[in-house]
């Protein structure tokens, strides 16, 4: 059996030695939080530039959008119409032509239902439409300052590399944004909600057709998916900006 026995001298040598290593390793850590703390500014300025700048993202007050959604689930296919106003309301008909389901958030205040007929929505909703918002409201939100976004690296979607962002969203999960490190377009979003006693599970939209109206770029296709499954298809065939809203829109019941 050896015993090893260190003297005072070595046993400082070793603590030396350790702190050196504990600094290296802290500057490598630094640097590389550091790196993406500037990475981000610039992630976010290419992001502005591919969505037509950010004077001409910095216009957009209202959008308005119209067009189909092909819901896999239900088997079922029919109108679509979303209504946004910033800062913080949305406006969703589904299927309206068939008295489908509506949602609205106003302000942290949610309503859903059918035709007139509305209630408070349900914490869970209430979560999913702060979170639809949030990632509706891209890249404006970027272009004022609003979103709370931090880098986190590069990760591969359908085989190729996409930046991630991170943007911290008022009572909703955190948004998860794949920006395609190229073009600089957003790919998708997505956020883990909390099923309740059924767990978790990840919702997210990824961005296709993209086309310019007034000088910003939209996604005119999404595909929602949720637990990796795609479960429904909007395709947006008129998109107007800025337009004047009826009174009512996000407060039917006032």
């Known amino acids: 059996m050896f015993v090893f026995r260190l003297s005072k001298s070595d046993l400082s040598s070793l603590e030396v030695l350790c702190l050196i290593l504990f600094s290296v390793l802290f500057q490598l850590v630094s640097v ?8 981000l500014q610039r992630t976010v300025n290419n ?6 700048g950010k004077n001409n993202v910095l216009k957009i007050k209202t959008v308005s959008a119209h067009g189909r959604i092909d819901d896999f689930l239900r088997k079922t296919s029919g109108g679509y119409a979303r209504t946004m106003r910033r800062p913080g309301e949305l406006r969703i008909d589904i299927m ?11 302000h942290g205040r949610g309503l859903q239902g059918s035709g007139d007929r509305l209630s408070a929505a349900k914490p869970v909703s209430l979560s999913s439409m702060r979170y639809q918002y949030g990632y509706l409201d891209l890249p404006m939100s970027l272009a004022d300052g609003s979103a709370k976004a931090v880098h986190r690296g590069v990760e591969e979607l359908h085989g190729r590399p996409m930046e991630i962002l991170l943007i911290e969203l008022a009572n909703a999960p955190t948004l998860k944004v794949y920006i395609d490190f190229e073009t600089h377009l957003i790919r998708r979003v997505e956020a883990r909600f909390d099923m309740g006693g059924m767990g978790s ?5 990824e961005y296709d057709n993209f086309k310019t109206v007034d000088g910003a770029v939209f996604p005119l296709t999404l595909n929602n998916f949720a637990g990796g499954k795609n479960i429904s298809v909007l395709s947006i065939t008129r998109l107007k900006l800025n337009q004047a809203l009826p009174d009512g829109v996000f407060a039917p019941n006032d």
Do not use: D, F, K, N
């Open 96 to 106: 309206p032509e068939r008295g489908g389901e509506v949602r609205i958030l106003s």
């Open 32 to 39: 590389h939080v550091h790196a993406y703390e500037g990475q």
């Open 47 to 52: 992001v502005l530039e591919a969505y037509g």
């Open 201 to 205: 599970s990840i919702l997210g939209t």
